[in-house]
């Protein structure tokens, strides 16, 4: 399981590039499914089929893409700007190690103004967005050789294993959650299912949920489980925030089904599998937003796995955590009746 989610982290994918890394994911959920397809968005879809031909369809998610950068401009001597794919927080950006994607991969650096020729108050000051560049050593004609305006970039960092079973690593939010679909998949291979399980890895959740509501549209569950990552309790926030290594954290508010919630809650229960309860008052800030509008609307539910470290290059999970969602989710299939109703 760990080098499973390491591996995953490793991949290079940002909102609408995600097709750098789709064969690989829907490699990983093929051997357990009865049909993978890619959808025109770049979604991967795998189901594993009831043997009842009437059986309800569950919907299981993850979001594949991940935060980065955009080559907004070469300037005159080889250095690129930028602009942000999704959430980036210009503060952890000076001194930063990248991977330029274009013709072929390129590493650079995001430069900072030594503290030897900052003008005074200048340290006190976030430094903007537009005022960064990327150098990667080449001359302004190597790198336009290589290099063009609307080229993705990375982070340049790779998981690594911290103490008491935790991992580190750029984009766990919502890798671990692939980690998560992949071995339910397992879990389920050789069971007799009461419902299709439709398990989903989207694309461009953190530019606006798109793939997320095309493929709720097209599949159209009678159920559906998001699966992402929450705020894990750290040194500066224990607000809204959830232990890591306290388990799965079940969510509940108006964006959740309460029926959902409460076979959530109750399977976890029965099979003795920790869980943490997030109450949130709105828009949760996930797929399940999505999910729960589509059509004439789904029944739906929300498993988060506390991270730290949000959107920076060293988000951190517990592997208790992600293995408590998987268990959960394979406990809540096997409860599944061909009768349900939510």
């Known amino acids: 399981m760990k080098d499973l989610i390491k591996k995953l982290s490793g991949l290079h994918g940002i909102s609408g590039f995600e097709y750098r890394i789709s064969e690989e994911i829907k490699s990983l959920l093929l051997p357990c499914s009865d049909d993978v397809k890619i959808d025109a968005l770049g979604n991967i879809i795998a189901v594993k089929r009831s043997k009842n031909?009437?059986?309800?369809?569950?919907?299981?998610?993850?979001?594949?893409?991940?935060?980065?950068?955009?080559?907004?401009?070469?300037?005159?001597?080889?250095?690129?700007?930028?602009?942000?794919?999704?959430?980036?927080?210009?503060?952890?950006?000076?001194?930063?190690?990248?991977?330029?994607?274009?013709?072929?991969?390129?590493?650079?650096?995001?430069?900072?103004?030594?503290p030897h020729i900052q003008p005074d108050g200048e340290d006190k000051k976030a430094v903007k967005m537009e005022d960064m560049a990327i150098d990667t050593g080449l001359s302004c004609e190597e790198v336009k050789n290589l290099v063009s305006v609307g080229d993705s970039v990375t982070f340049a960092t790779y998981a690594k294993e911290l103490a008491n079973g935790q991992i580190t690593g750029k984009s766990l939010d919502d890798r671990a959650s692939i980690a998560v679909l992949a071995e339910v998949l397992k879990n389920i291979k050789d069971l007799s299912l009461s419902a299709d399980v439709y398990a989903v890895a989207a694309v461009q959740e953190e530019v606006g949920g798109f793939g997320a509501m095309t493929a709720g549209y097209s599949i159209y569950p009678d159920f559906a489980i998001a699966i992402d990552v929450c705020h894990g309790i750290t040194p500066d926030n224990s607000y809204c925030a959830y232990e890591t290594g306290g388990g799965a954290v079940?969510?509940?508010?108006?964006?959740?089904?309460?029926?959902?919630?409460?076979?959530?809650?109750?399977?976890?229960?029965?099979?003795?599998?920790?869980?943490?309860?997030?109450?949130?008052?709105?828009?949760?800030?996930?797929?399940?937003?999505?999910?729960?509008?589509?059509?004439e609307g789904i029944p739906t539910g929300l498993l988060s796995i506390p991270l730290k470290y949000m959107h920076t290059p060293v988000e951190t999970v517990h592997i208790d955590d992600v293995k408590a969602v998987i268990d959960l989710i394979t406990a809540f299939i096997k409860e599944l009746s061909e009768e349900e109703e939510f």
């Open 53 to 114: 031909p009437q059986a309800k369809k569950l919907l299981i998610e993850a979001h594949t893409d991940e935060i980065g950068l955009m080559v907004k401009n070469i300037d005159e001597n080889g250095f690129l700007t930028f602009v942000n794919v999704g959430g980036v927080d210009p503060r952890i950006l000076p001194a930063m190690e990248v991977i330029v994607h274009g013709k072929k991969d390129l590493k650079g650096v995001i430069g900072a103004k030594p």
């Open 250 to 295: 079940i969510t509940m508010g108006p964006n959740i089904h309460p029926k959902m919630f409460e076979k959530l809650k109750k399977t976890a229960e029965k099979y003795n599998i920790k869980f943490q309860i997030e109450v949130e008052g709105g828009n949760t800030g996930t797929d399940a937003w999505q999910f729960q509008v589509i059509r």
